[in-house]
């Protein structure tokens, strides 16, 4: 297990680097090496490591998201106004009918599995998309009309929206009945995830005025109530509706609003975890890619995929009319918008897990939509935007 995470980490810094100094997203390399090292290439990694990378890839978000609320200023997005909330759920609404529009002619399936492809792939990678707004914000682009911000919020409530889509269709296609309540709990779900997070970002605020403690010690205490919150979405599932991602950022963003100058000696501190997390996440990401599907994928696969994003820009354009963004600006969020990653490696194998017809498929484009829109995705935010932001 230990000789895992050495090789995780050295392999993943070497490719992510060498990817880096050719001006491509140091992501791409660490995915790469994950396909190598993991099951389906050179099978290096422990079994025990493979085992717990799912937990290992939410840790890693859990980072990257704290880091995310102790940055975003509620000023800002209230700014932002009514794109805010249409980023949250029209972008993979349009993309999830773009799939169900194409899938059925390309692949000859029904609607409804149709339906459980586009919700897999319509999520939006917050491991992708967070990082880079984060720095975006601090190096002072697209500060005029809030636009990192707009992403960030967006992108993490996208990925809410999209699973509860996910568990519907892929209960229809069992048998099972869905009706108005399981689609209820998509707005409770937020809610309860954002005034959870509030709550808890509150007290933590009162303890630690009261307590004098380092801020390494506190940093472990808000990563273990993190968890717990995770394992509170577990417990509660088909009980109350609950977002543990929701409720760490919010944490995050009533630290920044209430206590600011301890949200920027923390964020620092995030920073320098998401190092680690960073290469842990997506090296695991790539070792949950099973190559012989993207020899089997073909062009069509890769045709969906290219009309599933297509529509989802279209979605993006959609929010964004009457705002006063500029056209530079539209374009930008349109691409930003783009990479898949996390939740594409952690839903794509379910369906097949559950003897669906159309697992095979579903796991087949995820993983196609993984290696199309991450690097896709990075590469044009990390090229772009000094170019087209302010």
Known sequence: MLTSFALIFLLGLALGTIFARFKLPSLLGMVITGILLGPYVLNALSPTVLSISPDLRKAALVIILTRAGLSLDLRDLKQVGRPAVLMCFLPACFEIAGVILLAP????????????????????????????????MEEGYGQNHSIPQLILAGASVDDVFVIVLFT?????????????LSFIQIPFS??????????????????????????????LIIISLSFLLLECETRLEGILPFSGLLAIMSMGIMIKQRYETLAVRLSSKYNKLWVAAEVLLFVLVGATVDTSYIAKA?????????????????????????????????????????????????????????????????????????????????????????????
């Not at 995830?193 to 009261?210: A, M, R, S, V, Y």
């Open 105 to 136: 002619g390309i692949f000859g399936i029904t609607v409804l599995e149709a339906a459980i492809i586009g919700s897999v792939i319509a999520a939006v990678s917050p491991a992708v998309v967070v990082p880079r707004m984060i720095r975006i």
């Open 168 to 180: 519907a269709f892929t209960a229809l296609a069992q048998g099972s009945q869905v009706n108005a």
């Open 190 to 219: 937020i809610l309860t995830g954002i005034f959870t997070g509030f709550l808890i970002g509150f007290l933590l605020i009162l303890f630690f005025k009261k307590f004098h403690m380092r801020d390494s010690i506190k940093i």
């Open 298 to 390: 073909g062009i069509l696969s890769v045709l969906l995929v290219a009309g599933a994003l297509i529509m989802r820009m279209a979605g993006v354009f959609v929010c964004l009319l009457k705002t006063k963004l500029t056209p530079k600006e539209r374009l930008f969020c349109m691409m930003a918008y783009t990479p898949k990653a996390t939740v594409q490696a952690a839903i794509g194998g379910i369906p097949l897990s559950m003897g669906l017809s159309c697992g095979h498929l579903v796991l087949t484009v995820a993983v196609i939509s993984i290696l199309l829109t991450a690097p896709f995705g990075a590469l044009c935010v990390d090229h772009s935007y000094k170019k087209l932001l302010s």
